[in-house]
């Protein structure tokens, strides 16, 4: 079974650029979470779908963050514009039902 | 809310050493329990888990125990290896959502 995808798994942007993250969940998983993780710290979830709705978003930075799971597979996540505290590694993650959580490699975002 | 604190690190051991790393929760109601552990270079992988008190999760010579009355869930292995070095994060799960509180993570450095 292939693991959860994400790309690119590195990327280097200067402040008020824009950048965005893909996800590939593992087939058949409803839920996917993206989560971010900076340095020294645990990941903190930024944002969580069942299927193509979002079940929580409470911690995302809206003014400037952004996410979408159109058809309910894939996920992109946004920031509009960067800034320099958002350098971090996204995490993205999915899982079947109440199970558990299947992460991916990660991106690492880093701000300049 | 809810709230996970883990021992500070890093953690610089000698193999066959005895391993312990503690960790503390903080949640209202039942919290399921994880440890994930996080190898160089690649995605956070479950190492166990425990979902009610007294639960003993276990796994490549990893253990943890989910003490209610001490609201802690403290990683211990009998002899590490080389190949554990690596970061570990304590994490709870509460709720019908299912999202993921982390603590900061344990750096483990093992020396042949």
């Known amino acids: 079974e292939a693991g959860v995808a994400q790309s690119p798994r590195y990327k280097i942007i200067e402040k008020r650029q824009s950048v965005a993250f893909w996800c590939n969940p593992i087939?058949?998983?409803?839920?996917l979470y993206w989560y971010q993780q900076i340095l020294g710290q645990g990941p903190k979830l930024l944002i969580q779908?069942?299927?193509?709705?979002?079940?929580?978003d409470s911690q995302l930075p809206k003014d400037r963050f952004s996410a979408e799971r159109l058809k309910g597979v894939d996920s992109t996540l946004k920031i509009q514009p960067a800034k320099l505290e958002d350098s971090a590694v996204y995490l993205c993650?999915?899982?079947?039902?109440?199970?558990?959580?299947?992460f991916g490699p990660g991106t690492r975002l880093t701000v300049t | 809310g809810d709230s996970v604190t883990q021992m500070e690190g890093p953690v610089t051991l000698s193999e066959e050493a005895f391993l312990t790393i503690n960790c503390t929760y903080t949640?209202?109601?039942?919290?399921?329990l994880f440890w994930y552990v996080q190898y160089p270079g690649e995605g956070l992988q479950l190492l166990l888990k425990?979902?009610?008190?007294?639960d003993k999760g276990s796994n490549k010579g990893f253990e943890a125990t989910y003490r209610k009355e001490t609201t802690s869930f403290h990683l211990e292995k009998g002899s590490v290896q080389v190949s554990d070095s690596a970061v570990y994060f304590c994490?709870?799960?509460?709720?019908?959502?299912?999202?993921?509180?982390f603590g900061s993570g344990t750096q483990l450095t093992v020396l042949p």
């Open positions: 994490a709870l799960t509460r709720g019908s959502a299912r999202q993921l509180t």
């Open positions: 779908f069942q299927n193509n709705g979002v079940v929580d």
């Open positions: 425990a979902t009610k008190a007294d």
């Open positions: 993650a999915s899982n079947r039902g109440q199970n558990e959580q299947y």
């Open positions: 949640a209202t109601g039942y919290p399921s």
């Open positions: 087939s058949g998983h409803a839920t």
